[in-house]
């Protein structure tokens, strides 16, 4: 068997060409490859994990089947996250208000299913409206306006959580109702809360692990298969070439951050489902979590490169690394310090590249 001829995809994958046969050299050669490319390194990054969880777990509990149901259940608010800053950070771009943008969706939810009881699709609308109304905001002053998208979704982050307290007048919205003389009046959970934060198949999957995986396949399909997503790469890769070439570039960058938008207005619908209650200081620092799932996955924080396979295992590699670490008693501050290190580590592994 001859030596394949290895092509990069835009999604960061490899793609082989076949040809007659590989000499041992070659082998090597190819090996090399992959364990350079964003994917092999990201790959390589998740089985280093999982290998430190079968060596150090505490009595076995990483073989717990609960483990892994947990593991993805409390990662897959971040990974919806994720789905919509992959899109971002694809076109060169980087969106700081999805944490914000995630509590407003909490808070609005809780309003709307809690206080003023509205039906269940209604609730869901008007989320994702206020995702994509936010996103829409920022993708036009970056886009439109030129405005740096650091300094455009820094301000939205700011707008957002102001507009959280605001909707909520700084208190949490829960089933507790305060009524006009002071007392308390309590109501029951939404029927809306329950069904986003159950678990079915006798409880070993939870529906917000299965709604991540369908915002996931929304956006890879959005990436593999769409015209605009092909734009996002050609934008991420040069803007200028990009434009020349015809492609709507102020089109397409708005409609990567009204998705980002809506991608964070699901994950704070399933932040108060999950905390049954709407806070306006829920989704702190959830967007630095979601950056660093994107950044450690493999996609280039300069845009052109990546995609949702790389964001996946990024994911899983975060989630399970917070989580070995957790059931070996590893402080939380010990647990910040070490993915900040493996932050650094996969962007100078870019910057290597």
Known sequence: MEAQNVLSRPDGELSLGAQPEMSRFGKLNFLKRILLSSSGRAALALLLVLAVGMVFNAEGTFFNLGTHRDTLRELSVFGILACGQTLVIITGGIDLSVGSVAALAAVCAATMAIHWNWSAGLVVLCCLLVGAATGSVTGLVTARLGVQPFIATLAMMVMARGLAKYVSGGMQVSTAIQNPDGTFRYVSVPPLFNAIGAR????????????????????????????????????????????????PVV?????????????????????????????????NGYELTAIAMVVIG??????????????????????????????????????????GIIIVVAVLAQRKK
């Not at 929304?218 to 200028?240: D, F, H, K, P, Q």
Request: charged residues 10%; neutral net charge.
């Open 298 to 339: 493999g996609t280039n924080l300069m845009g052109g490169r990546g995609g949702m396979g790389l964001t996946l295992l990024g994911v899983l590699t975060i989630g399970y690394l917070d989580k070995i670490l957790s059931i070996n008693a590893v402080p939380l501050a010990g647990r910040l310090m070490l993915t």
């Open 200 to 247: 079915i198949w006798g409880g070993d999957l939870a529906v917000v692990t299965l709604i991540f995986a369908f915002c996931a396949v929304v956006a890879w399909l959005a990436l593999s298969r769409l015209c605009w997503g092909r734009y996002l790469y050609a934008i991420g890769g040069n803007e200028e070439a990009a434009r020349l070439s015809g492609i």
């Open 251 to 283: 089109t397409a960058k708005t409609l990567a951050y009204i998705a980002s938008g809506i991608f964070a207005a699901a994950a704070g619908l399933c932040l108060a489902a999950q905390e049954q209650q709407g806070s306006p200081d829920s989704g």
